[in-house]
């Protein structure tokens, strides 16, 4: 529409006088993906879009996502202005692991190693020896086992139980979950695989342990990418938000992609599958964040300096 395309002229001309650049997850809109490449910012996992933010020489970062993606860009670059086009943008497994309950938890466990999930607030952040995403948490584990650490993990079960399957290490796990990947039903999979035998099943670990058993490629959302180009079938069942299947569309314009069913039927529920805290970000507040320098994000200093030092022991782990 040509509403939209004026306040995507406005958002690159404020993007411009502000010497701002825009930092986007798989998981918002197409239109706001699109941007973010179009202006020379990233479109990425959560991984890659810390090390982006924290390489690059702009000013501002416009932190299209969810706020700890925020809070680690800000945990990374102090002296960067860090804004998001709403604040409320949270997560279920942030929601789901209070700093408070979670120090008590690590108190009680003075013997394990503590590694957070990036999907976390900075006072959790703050807490940990590691932080890692989705896509290093697996190295990450195995090189802390290989050192006889036993683990405690915060705050994703299934994420953390895929770790443990993976790499036989000891972990105690939190209880939190991502609300919409705990949507996906085994059942469904296998209902569209008996319609597509020859389809590969890509899924991202935040899933319940049934659909992660069907995978051919677990991984985080930048891997999951990576798959759908060097797998060989031409059908994919992706298990992950749909905010998806932009980029990866574009990247096997060839290939047919399904959505993993969210309901053990086997249909495809409409309102799952798509992250509703991401699905916050929108063009308008974008712009209202760039016009008039709203949901800046901001971190207390003595707590930033606790939660860098697990971060950065993240982004300096070569597997
Ligand atoms: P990725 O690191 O795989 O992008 O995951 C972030 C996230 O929130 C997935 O739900
Ligand atoms: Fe959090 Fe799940 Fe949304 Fe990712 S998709 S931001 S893990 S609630």
Redesign the pocket.
Known sequence: PAEDEARVEEIKRLLEDNNAVLVAHY?TDDAIQQLAEETGGCVADSLEMARFGARHPADTLVVAG?RFMGETAKILSPEKRVLMPTLEAT????VGCPADEFAAFCDAHPDRTVVVYA?TSAAVKARADWVVTSSIAVDVIEHLQARGEKILWAP?KHLGSYIQRRTGADMLLWDGA????EEFKAKGVEDLKGLYPEAAVLVHP?SPEPVVELADVTGSTSQLIKAAKELPQQELIVAT?RGIFFKMQQAVPDKTLFEAPTAGDGATCKSCAH?P??AMNALDNLAGALRHASGEIRVDEALRLRALKPLERMLNFNA
Request: charged share 25%; glycine share 0%; net charge negative.
């Open positions: 998981y969810v997560c279920s497994l942030d999907n994703d991502c609300i919409v990947h935040e938000d992250c805290w991401m």
